[in-house]
């Protein structure tokens, strides 16, 4: 008995020593967290080190998107990638194809890779779980870590104003991100504007189904009027399924009056009437320009003028310092003459002790000269001594190398307005208020937005009226459509979509709006030509 006693109590020491020297039971090692942990790159590794790290016992996966086969006679099935979804070991172990069926509702993180590297993220998308504070705390430090990231996709997750603003704090660490999807999210104070800025540089923002009233129209409205005018980046808006109405359209109106970005916008199912299908339809158009834009354009004209001012001017004294230059090379017959004449005077009056002191002030005045760079040439003065013809074509002949040093130090100084030259030359981008006018009945009127080439607006409460506001303003852009070579080269809208408003499908304004579109449409192919290539 006393043996076996002796047995466990060594058994247990044992056990006790293999796990200090494991980590387990030691005291003196902190535990591990996660502001301690570098990120990889790989996005399910760190994710997963992340959140046991944080004391998360169910993790959500990190799952690849299911991709088509390369082949038609591939073995693989197109579906064979969404058995990763679930464990390989409860397949072999026969829990049955109902154990598994309800994994898609599970949490998860659905990636798209640009290749089998887990490092090439390149689209993120999650769909229908909670993310609280400490969850994005986690995606604060894994996102930024993926160099290939371009799109994150946030569907029903249950955003608040406080997680949003964490949010944004991640995207001002992920210059790669351009495409933003946030869609089921209401926020209570319609921050969503805040996506609309210069220093994230979004291409693509989808808001659709957030509850945006005619205060979030407003914000966002005036987000896209602060963006500066070089800023080309956001392309795309979604504001479908929202809560617009006719005040909410005028805003955002009044935002695409200046705004040169902006290519499609999508306000679908909201409840835009025809007053904001007036006010949107008047910015394709010719508009006039309200007092204060008027005041704002004269300001920009005079500064215009000041701005080319200086330009004018520099390149006046560029053209003088070129008129200035010949004269540096005919100098030479100038101080022979007046060598000839100075020469003749310095015989009857001068000494030869005084012809033999010039010379060494005429030394002394060519080093300054050049030393300084003055555009003067030096003349020498002082009498000459008689000499031989072969001392005289000397001293001529230093006399020329003195002028030719002079010469090149000119040429050197004077091109300092040469990069000046080259900043006039430079592109300007410039404000539409400062496109051409039209004075009509004492108004200033300006082209409308011609950048604009998708509005949708379908499932609203426009009406017939609203419809003549579309008419007329398709009809402007189709007269002042360009004809150059035998090809049109369309501006402003090329797809307009108004179905399923308050008017029927017959009505003729209706149909005079489609006529115009599909001549317009760069996709679309009639039905003829469809037969005709089947027939080719």
């Known amino acids: 008995m006393g043996k076996k006693a002796e047995r466990k109590e060594k058994t247990g020491k044992d056990n006790e020593d293999d796990a200090k020297t494991a980590g387990f039971g030691s005291q003196d090692k902190p535990p591990l967290t996660a502001e301690d942990y570098h990120c990889t790159g790989n996005l399910e590794q760190d994710f997963t080190e992340l959140c046991t790290r944080l004391g998360y016992t169910e993790i959500p996966k990190v799952m690849p998107r299911p991709r088509p086969p390369s082949t038609p006679a591939?073995?693989?099935?197109?579906?064979?990638?969404?058995?990763?979804?679930?464990?390989?070991?409860?397949s072999q172990n026969g829990a049955g194809p109902t154990k598994d069926r309800y994994s898609y509702f599970r949490p998860s993180i659905r990636v798209e890779l640009e290749?089998?590297?887990?490092?090439?993220?390149?689209?993120?998308?999650?769909?229908?779980?909670?993310?609280?504070?400490k969850m994005m705390g986690i995606f604060a430090k894994c996102l930024p870590a993926l160099p290939n990231l371009q799109k994150i996709t946030l569907w029903n997750v249950g955003l608040t104003d406080g997680?949003?603003?964490?949010?944004?704090?991640?995207?001002?660490?992920?210059?790669?991100?351009?495409?933003?999807?946030?869609?089921?999210?209401?926020?209570?104070?319609q921050s969503y504007h805040k996506l609309i800025s210069d220093d994230l540089g979004l291409v693509h923002i989808s808001l659709r189904n957030n509850q945006i009233n005619d205060e979030g129209a407003r914000l966002i409205s005036q987000a896209l009027q602060s963006l500066k005018i070089t800023n080309k980046h956001l392309a795309t808006l979604v504001l479908s399924y929202n809560h617009i109405t006719d005040l909410?359209?005028?805003?955002?109106?009044?935002?695409?009056?200046?705004?040169?970005?902006?290519?499609?916008?999508?306000?679908?199912s909201n409840q835009i009437g025809d007053q904001g299908a007036l006010a949107l339809s008047e910015v394709l158009g010719?508009?006039?320009?309200?007092?204060?834009?008027?005041?704002?354009?004269?300001?920009?004209?005079?500064?215009?003028?000041?701005?080319?001012?200086?330009?004018?001017?520099?390149?006046?004294?560029?053209?003088d310092v070129k008129s200035e230059r010949p004269l540096s090379h005919h100098s030479n017959s100038a101080t022979e003459k007046?060598?000839?004449?100075?020469?003749?005077?310095?015989?009857?009056?001068?000494?030869?002790?005084?012809?033999?002191?010039?010379?060494?002030?005429?030394?002394?005045?060519?080093?300054?000269?050049?030393?300084?760079?003055?555009?003067?040439?030096?003349?020498?003065?002082?009498?000459?001594?008689?000499?031989?013809?072969?001392?005289?074509?000397k001293q001529?002949?230093?006399?020329?190398?003195?002028?030719?040093?002079?010469?090149?130090?000119?040429?050197?100084?004077?091109?300092?307005?040469?990069?000046?030259?080259?900043?006039?030359?430079?592109?300007?981008?410039?404000?539409?208020?400062?496109?051409?006018?039209?004075?009509?009945?004492?108004?200033v009127f300006l082209p409308g937005n011609k950048v604009l080439i998708n509005l949708n607006l379908s499932r609203n409460r426009v009406t017939e009226e609203?419809?003549?506001?579309?008419?007329?303003?398709?009809?402007?852009?189709?007269?002042?459509?360009?004809?150059?070579?035998?090809?049109?080269?369309?501006?402003?809208?090329l797809r307009l979509s108004l179905g399923k408003n308050k008017f029927p499908a017959e009505c003729s304004t209706f149909v005079q709006i489609q006529e115009i579109m599909v001549s317009r449409d760069p996709i679309y192919k009639s039905p003829r030509s469809s037969v005709d290539e089947q027939v080719m």
């Not at 004269?298 to 004294?317: C, G, I, V, Y």
Request: aromatic fraction near 4%; charge should be positive.
């Open 163 to 189: 997680t949003f603003s964490s949010f944004m704090n991640v995207l001002q660490h992920c210059p790669s991100v351009k495409v933003i999807s946030l869609e089921g999210n209401p926020l209570p104070d």
């Open 286 to 319: 010719h508009f006039a320009l309200k007092h204060i834009e008027i005041v704002q354009r004269r300001l920009l004209l005079l500064d215009k003028e000041a701005q080319e001012q200086p330009r004018s001017q520099a390149t006046s004294r560029h053209t």
């Open 74 to 90: 591939s073995e693989k099935n197109v579906f064979a990638d969404e058995a990763d979804f679930t464990s390989d070991k409860d």
């Open 248 to 268: 909410g359209a005028g805003y955002i109106a009044q935002a695409l009056r200046f705004n040169r970005s902006l290519l499609s916008l999508n306000l679908s």
């Open 338 to 393: 007046a060598e000839k004449l100075q020469a003749q005077k310095s015989k009857s009056s001068l000494s030869k002790k005084k012809e033999k002191e010039t010379p060494k002030k005429e030394d002394k005045t060519t080093i300054t000269n050049v030393a300084s760079g003055a555009s003067t040439v030096t003349i020498q003065t002082g009498p000459t001594k008689k000499e031989d013809p072969k001392t005289a074509k």
């Open 466 to 493: 609203g419809l003549r506001s579309f008419l007329a303003a398709m009809e402007t852009q189709v007269r002042e459509t360009k004809v150059t070579s035998g090809a049109r080269t369309h501006t402003g809208l």
């Open 396 to 443: 001529t002949s230093n006399s020329d190398h003195k002028i030719t040093r002079v010469k090149t130090v000119k040429s050197a100084t004077k091109r300092v307005p040469l990069p000046e030259q080259e900043q006039a030359e430079a592109p300007e981008v410039s404000n539409p208020l400062l496109e051409q006018a039209e004075f009509r009945d004492g108004k």
């Open 115 to 133: 290749s089998e590297d887990g490092r090439s993220v390149r689209e993120i998308s999650i769909r229908g779980w909670k993310i609280d504070e």
